[in-house]
């Protein structure tokens, strides 16, 4: 086992290398492994990745036998206990995503693989990448200059703050409250 390591460029020379420990190395986005055909475990928790897609290419280019796979701790990776914007469902569509790119996994963090969830990962996993919006001041870098014009959903005329008229409209659903879940505890005699 390796279990600190700042540089990995000696890895190279260690080519039946079965197990590899990186944790808490500070590693990013630029990580490159050299060919390690019989890896069968990586734990790469707590460093600095961020990016999932490269890596899971990568990986699946370099180590073939991959079986353990442990990304917890990273951006990359979410978290409903590190980070309040992320919950479960989440963490089940990086299941899926890194499960449709590195299809022999049989562990993925702490968990096994199901098969319900390699059939899950080869239907609808490539559909399962985290897309992140484009960072606004970038973008407005490289746009040309612009009135800045907020999207609402109103009628121009109405956008006029000073020259308001109401709204009226009529609606075709008309609530009988029969599905309503709110009175199902009241009894008749407490009516």
């Known amino acids: 086992r390796i279990s600190v390591c700042w540089s990995l460029e000696g890895l190279k020379t260690f080519s039946y290398l079965e197990e590899l420990i990186l944790d808490n190395n500070l590693l990013g986005n630029d990580l490159l492994l050299p060919r390690l055909p019989h890896l069968h475990t990586l734990t790469l928790n707590k460093n600095q990745i961020t990016e999932l897609d490269s890596l899971l290419d990568h990986l699946a280019e370099v180590v073939p036998s991959l079986q353990y796979l442990s990304l917890l701790g990273n951006i990359a990776c979410p978290n409903e206990l590190v980070c309040k914007e992320k919950d479960e469902d989440d963490y089940q569509r990086y299941r899926y995503f890194v499960l449709?790119?590195?299809?022999?996994?049989?562990?993925?963090?702490?968990?096994?693989?199901?098969?319900?969830?390699?059939?899950?990962?080869?239907?609808?996993?490539?559909?399962?990448?985290?897309?992140?919006?484009?960072?606004?001041?970038?973008?407005?870098?490289?746009?040309?200059?612009?009135?800045?014009?907020?999207?609402?959903?109103?009628?121009?005329?109405?956008?006029?703050?000073?020259?308001?008229?109401?709204?009226?409209?009529?609606?075709?659903?008309?609530?009988?409250?029969?599905?309503?879940?709110?009175?199902?505890?009241?009894?008749?005699?407490?009516?």
């Open 100 to 191: 449709h790119k590195l299809t022999n996994l049989k562990f993925l963090d702490t968990r096994k693989v199901t098969t319900r969830e390699r059939e899950e990962a080869l239907i609808r996993g490539a559909f399962m990448k985290v897309v992140k919006p484009k960072d606004a001041k970038a973008s407005s870098a490289a746009a040309p200059a612009s009135p800045e014009m907020h999207y609402t959903p109103l009628p121009s005329g109405s956008r006029d703050l000073t020259n308001h008229r109401g709204v009226l409209g009529k609606c075709r659903y008309i609530y009988y409250g029969k599905h309503s879940e709110g009175n199902r505890f009241i009894q008749d005699d407490q009516l």
